[in-house]
């Protein structure tokens, strides 16, 4: 059972953590939090899902809930605007449909639809409001999330959004042939595509519209500031790969570090699995370290003018935000439908996805 499914408050209900992925600093010092919009958001997604053609009726009558996509996101964005939040979480939901399309392709031996997409996906990123009725829902679905996240910020900030999102896609296209061909890649090669393929960019980004303002590159590309951003991205993908290891490793999966390791460093699974822990651990030990760096680096940005203020509040809502990321990644694996595998009835086909959307009859 998941924390917020059932009703307004932001008290969470108890959920049994398997030991080989419990993280006890996670739930003694990293704080759970949930964004006062949240049961509106959860309400208005599951519309947007339907009048979308997302997902059909019964399916989001039974598993858009229990899949948590809401949860994730009204834990992490605190302090933005419920637009602003609404617009995240359409997105996000999007993401983890197109996540599945992309599954489904490669599935179902599709490459031509799978290149379709791909270049649809590409245009609508320039041109949103040019797609938003496209034939194809999962283009028309991105085009109206993407035209909405652009009305809040400015063009800069937009620019930097899609240059990150076109990075993402065509990283999508590069698990596509990893594993069509069965392509297993090294240590290094997966850790950089996945800070793509997890979208580290792109969570950081829409940081700054949950904050209400764009932050200058001086703060982005400060040391400081971008280690704490990518730590926590760090830590969710790694999390991730550490609870599904196992399905991936039943499913040939081809893409997660512990794979990676087995295969590359003749590390053993219990080994495989000790080492992704570590590093999942130090990502949460070296953003309590590089905390305190941002904290000064905000401080430092109140010069006593109106606008120092609000850059300094800015910041310190972007590096709480981040820390929320750690609660809010970690209770959405145990209690997401999405990976509660042992309770398919096929354990190669999620129960949610919508094949026919994808193609499939």
């Known amino acids: ?33 949930l964004h006062p919009y949240w049961p509106r958001l959860q309400e208005r997604t599951r519309v947007w899902l339907l009048e979308k053609r997302l997902m059909p009726a019964d399916k989001v009558a039974e598993y858009a809930d229990g899949l948590c996509y809401t949860d994730l996101m009204a834990g992490f964005y605190m302090g933005a605007s419920d637009e602003v939040l609404q617009a ?26 799978w290149r379709a997409l791909r270049f649809q996906l590409h245009a609508a990123l320039d041109s949103p409001r040019d797609h938003l009725h496209h034939q194809d829902p999962l283009v028309a679905a991105f085009a109206d999330s993407v035209v909405r996240l652009y009305s809040f910020l400015g063009g800069g900030w937009n620019a930097r959004f899609a240059g990150h999102f076109h990075a993402v896609i065509e990283a999508y296209d ?43 590159d001086a703060v982005r590309e400060h ?3 971008r280690r704490a951003a990518l730590l926590t991205q760090e830590f969710a993908a790694w999390y991730n790969d550490l609870c599904s290891l196992p399905k991936e490793i039943a499913g040939d999966e081809v893409h997660n570090l512990g ?35 941002v904290e000064r680096l905000a401080d430092s940005l109140a010069d006593g003018t109106v606008q120092g203020k609000e850059l300094c509040v ?34 190669a086909t999620p129960p949610y996805v919508n094949n026919e959307a994808a193609g499939e009859k």
Request: proline share 5%.
């Open 174 to 216: 590069q698990e596509f042939h990893n594993r069509t061909s069965g392509t297993v890649p090294t240590v290094a090669e997966y850790l950089e595509l996945r800070r793509l393929t997890f979208a580290h960019w792109i969570w950081t980004d829409l940081l700054e519209p949950s904050a209400g303002r764009e932050l200058p």
């Open 314 to 347: 800015a910041v310190k809502t972007c590096l709480a935000n981040m820390r929320n990321w750690f609660s809010s990644v970690y209770w959405f694996h145990h209690e997401s439908g999405r990976y509660m595998v042992d309770s398919w009835d096929d354990r």
């Open 223 to 225: 040391p400081a500031y």
């Open 1 to 33: 059972m998941h924390a917020f499914s059932h009703g307004t408050s932001s008290t969470p209900t108890a959920v049994a953590v398997p030991p080989a992925l419990s993280l006890p600093v996670i739930e003694t010092a990293f704080s759970r939090q």
């Open 88 to 113: 995240i979480a359409d997105y996000s939901t999007w993401f983890f449909v197109w996540d599945d399309r992309h599954d489904r392709d490669i599935v179902h031996g599709r490459p031509a639809a």
């Open 259 to 293: 794979i990676s390791l087995i295969q590359h460093e003749g590390l053993s699974l219990e080994d495989a699995v000790a080492e992704v822990r570590r590093r999942v651990e130090e990502c949460i030990s070296g953003f309590l370290a590089v905390e305190k760096d």
